[in-house]
Nanobody, 123 residues
């Protein structure tokens, strides 16, 4: 199983980025997906999740209203649209998949993790 995240980069505060994470080696439509992030010197935090069907989503308070998670089961990809970015959003962003994640809350231990993509927001 591989989860490949992309789309990170340097952006000014107030700007937008869209992260993508493409999965291979699993039946994508059977898995709930989530994005986490880890800022320098901090623990990795859950920020957004989506159910296997895409019908249920959940966001951490820190990103609610600014970030949108979506998935396209036809191309095995989950997205994170990030708007109104702030310097405190600077982190390495990770995607993850879990067979039992339902998109109705946070979940720490996921089945599969991708390598991160760095997002840097300048002030």
């Amino acid at each position: 199983v591989q989860l490949q995240a992309s789309g990170g980069g340097l952006v000014q505060a107030g700007g937008s980025l869209r992260l993508s994470c493409t999965a291979s080696g699993l039946t994508f439509g059977r898995y709930g997906l989530a994005w986490f992030r880890q800022a320098p010197g901090k623990e990795r935090d859950f920020i957004a999740g989506i159910s296997r069907s895409g019908g249920s989503t959940y966001y951490a308070d820190s990103v609610k209203g600014r970030f949108t998670i979506s998935k396209d089961n036809t191309v095995n990809t989950v997205y994170l649209q990030m708007n109104s970015l702030k310097p405190e959003d600077t982190a390495v962003y990770y995607c993850a998949a879990d067979l039992f994640y339902t998109g109705t809350g946070t979940k720490g231990g996921m089945d599969y993790w991708g390598k991160g993509t760095l997002v840097t927001v300048s002030s």
